[in-house]
């Protein structure tokens, strides 16, 4: 028999056995008294309110732990009182104590493990977005808010077409709920979009082979596809940069061949041509090598400090004799507190030559290049200013770009290989600077590096 249950019933038997026989006794002794009646009722009642204050005190107890474990089936964990009874209530105080203490740690460590994944989902560049088995979204990382430019409590538990209005991303998603094979998509989110989105929707599915939701992917490869368009945009340029003297030098050795070279003058015109085409693919050739090796990080930038005076002076007087022809004139304005500058001496000459050359080929006859160094928050800028021809405004974010030309048959004809400022760009950064450039049309162009200190 159970404690508790054997104890009310001997208190039940006790109570009772006493009262009768306290009842049998004052009947025996007390019967002719006046107050024998008030005296039994007393007793009796007396017993009576100990039964029911015991019974009362247990119901309490069993309530309390009632209330606890309607609190438990709530999700509130929180410790109970000890109750210090050696029966099956104590019993279930104890048990349900273990279970407070377990189902706390088990949540925590649920909690913890939430914690982990939101954090996971949260650092990942890729959006993911769960949805179960109606089509209704269940879960969002906040890399997919940004993409779909929602928060989560716009879009929790609703369609994915009140979420996106993406029909063809809708239908593969339809089709994931059903099949239970991956989907994968290139897509653009939004229609007036430039940028470009591989889905991956992965099924949800149980041991027992049911579908109960998707998991969705979204992936932007729009610098994937900018870097495939350049890629073959460079081997293009490349194959026609290298036609064009290539057919030039056959066209004019097979001429020689077919019997030009009988005459003297014009066989020596012909191998004249020849050699600047030769030269012209030289100069391609190398710039193409000195470009690979800054890109890909093969060549040290070494620094040192070295002096600006004789650095200005070095490279216009490289310059000079080309501006001499044009009637240019080059002006330099070195500040007085920029004595020394920290680089590579040999890439930056190579940076300011072609900044310069460049201002001299595209300058009116008798025009002027003015080059200025001086100090710059960052460190130390060197600007190059011509009053030439210019650039027009839609080609300013595309002039660093390999082998783009603004000007083709001008580029060619003055002797550029399209790859000058591609290579200008790519020193500066390797020694963490920047350049820019501002530009009018028939008003001149001005470049501008700047250069940290150290």
Not at 9 to 18: E, G, K, N, W
Not at 291 to 313: C, D, H, I, P, Y
Request: charged fraction near 25%.
């Amino acid at each position: 028999m159970r404690k508790i249950t054997s104890r009310s019933a001997l208190i039940y038997i006790v109570l009772t056995s006493l009262t009768f026989l306290v009842l049998y006794e004052l009947t025996v002794r007390f019967s002719h008294k006046w107050y024998y009646w008030p005296v039994c009722i007393g007793i009796y009642v007396f017993s009576v309110l100990v039964f029911i204050f015991w019974i009362d005190y247990q119901t309490k107890l069993i309530v309390k732990l009632s209330e606890m474990a309607r609190t438990f089936a709530k999700g509130h964990i929180t410790p109970i009182p000890f109750i210090a009874n050696d029966d099956e209530i104590g019993e279930l105080s104890e048990s349900m104590q273990i279970m407070a203490e377990n189902l706390n740690k088990h949540l925590q460590q649920t909690l913890e493990e939430r914690d982990r994944i939101e954090t996971i989902l949260a650092s990942m560049a890729e959006g993911v977005l769960a949805f179960d088995g109606e089509g209704k979204l269940i879960m969002m990382n906040k890399t997919a808010a940004e993409m779909l430019k929602v928060t989560w409590e716009e879009v929790a538990q609703r369609y994915f077409l009140e979420v996106l209005r993406n029909h063809n991303l809708a239908g593969l998603l339809k089709t994931g709920l059903t099949d239970t094979k991956k989907q994968v998509m290139e897509i653009k989110l939004f229609p007036t979009s430039q940028e470009f989105y591989r889905v991956y929707i992965t099924p949800i599915i149980s041991k027992d082979s049911d579908i109960h939701g998707v998991v969705m992917v979204l992936r932007n490869i729009t610098k994937m596809r900018l870097l495939e368009q350049m890629r073959s945009e460079f081997v293009s340029n490349v194959s026609h940069e290298l036609r064009t003297p290539l057919t030039s030098i056959k066209g004019y050795v097979e001429t020689l061949l077919d019997g030009a070279m009988e005459n003297k003058e014009l066989s020596l015109k012909f191998l004249e041509i020849i050699n600047n085409e030769a030269d012209r693919l030289n100069r391609l050739i190398s710039d193409l090598l000195y470009l690979s090796s800054l890109e890909t990080g093969r060549m040290e930038v070494a620094k040192k400090k070295f002096n600006a005076q004789q650095f200005v002076e070095k490279v216009v007087n490289i310059i000079e004799p080309v501006a001499k022809k044009k009637n240019v004139t080059i002006e330099t304005k070195l500040h007085p507190s920029i004595t020394e500058i920290c680089g590579n001496q040999d890439m930056l000459e190579q940076v300011l030559i072609n900044l310069l050359d460049n201002a001299v080929k595209y300058s009116h006859a008798r025009g002027k290049i003015k080059l200025e160094m001086g100090m710059h928050e960052q460190g130390v800028f060197l600007k190059v200013s011509d009053n030439g021809i210019g650039i027009p405004a839609e080609s300013l974010p595309r002039l660093f770009e390999r082998f783009y030309r603004v000007d083709k048959a001008r580029s060619r004809q003055v002797g550029g290989t399209g790859l000058g400022l591609s290579i200008v760009k790519h020193i500066v950064e390797r020694h963490r600077g920047q350049i820019q450039v501002e530009s009018e049309e028939q008003q001149g162009t001005t470049f501008t590096v700047i250069l940290p200190n150290s």
